[in-house]
């Protein structure tokens, strides 16, 4: 009878407890450090330090002076939060910053450039990084510029405007030969130049721009770097010219109906996005609202075809829920058919408010062109797209290959790449709606045999069971098309082990201004696995 009373007595305090150090973790460091002072050991030099640098608990064994590893390599590490150090730069990485070393402990410095001596403030610190804030530049690259965008800092769209567009191709080019070499084991020197457009501004053909603020104050712009604070702005150098003076039209009328702008922490409001693609056969305008009505929305249609006669459609979407999707499912055509054309190349694609499309056509060409030309179609070749998506390049294939097959998980995507086919008069191509993983095995049962087998997968990568099949199906060519070159370099390197050579890679930079890079590889079985 005493167990059964004193065991749920324990328990009950050891849980509250644990609540208590959960809620006020000061209250375990100030106790951890009197008991370790009475028995002659304090446990750190300053314990209040470590919850203010990491944010995460520390382990504590009361009276023993010992903390977790985690905890210990911070207090460990040779800078501290609020330090001042020099750091020469060396690298650049995965979002632009500038890597550099203290005592050979990693230390990140955003807007710093590889070349450059800088004086930092240390304002975070991991076990194995921490990061820096530029104070000033010592020793400067002789590439560096000042940034022409007045916003360039606050709003969190580009990270390279600091550096002359030959050094970004640089830069880039250096990112994807690391990750081939340090990630992909293989010769960083297969990777050639990054390809680069004529002009790299002014490229972007769709634009999202968040709308917060209160009512009476509305704000329209960018997010900050790295939360989503709205920087107040309608002019991007990076955009179309069409998108800014969409977003100028949109934001004035927004004021002039005293529109109520939606509010991400509360979850009321009405106005959340603004959305702008320029087509070829006109210009698309995309109202986002929480609500299942837009206030003025016969105003709206009047304002916007007054003041910008290239509108060819208007259409308000209904996204009610607390997320960070920008599109709900529900759309409302104000004006027009809801859709616009665009083309890449001589291929026409018909883009409604969900469809996706490359943001940068010119470049979006030079990265196809690229994928065509490693894919080395003849005219009697069976080709297989294991993420074919909208079908935008399996028509680029379609065009010198016999047989195309696209196989897209996403039903809509397959639904509009059927489209596309017809739209564009391409009869030999075959669109499936399955997991690639799955549905190439099936393939093979059933006797196709395909020379190419092409990648264009999202960020991840590729699931491995869709590499396996893949080679399981012993095609002579694997062209990869990838928006990651880290996960490319990973899936590459397990290619390697199914009997593919890498031979090339081909940077190709889609959204200059920005740390951001594609890339297209070539893979070839070798020929002994032949």
Known sequence: AGMLITVPIIVFCSTLFARIINKFPAILWAGGALLGWVAGEMIVEDPLLVPYIQGEELLVKVGSGTVSKKQQAILNAPVKLGDEVLVTIHGIGSSGEGVGRVDDFTVFVPFALPGETVKVVINM?????????LLEIVTMAPNRIDASCELYGFCGGCQLQHITYEGQLSLKTQKVKDVIERIGHQNPDLVKPALGPKEPWAYRNKMQMPVGGTKGDIQMGFYAMGSHDIVQGTNCPIQDEGNNIIAQACYQIAKEFDMEPYDEHTGKGVLRHIIGRIGQSGWMIILVTATEQLPYKEKWVEK???????????????????TNVILGPKNNILYG?????????????TLSPHSFFQVNPEQTTVLYDQALEYADLKGDE????AYCGTGTISLFLAHKAKHVIGIEIVEPAIINARENAQRNGYDN???????????????????VRPDVIVFDPIRAGCKEEVLTSAAGMEPKRIVYVSCNPATMARDIEILTHYGYELQEVQPVDMFPMTAHVEAVALLTRNEVTQ
Not at 429 to 447: N, Q, R, W
Request: hydrophobic share 35%; glycine share 6%; with cysteine.
């Open 382 to 385: 069976t080709v297989i797209d």
């Open 125 to 133: 610190v991991k076990k194995t990084y921490a990061t820096g804030r």
């Open 429 to 447: 191509t075959e669109f499936i709606v399955a997991d690639a993983a799955v549905e190439m095995p099936k393939l093979y049962k059933t006797g």
């Open 337 to 349: 058919d809801g859709t616009i054309t665009d083309h890449i190349k001589d291929l026409q694609f």
């Open 304 to 322: 916007l075809t007054q003041r910008i006669p290239q509108v060819e459609t208007i259409v308000h979407n209904v996204n009610g829920k607390c």
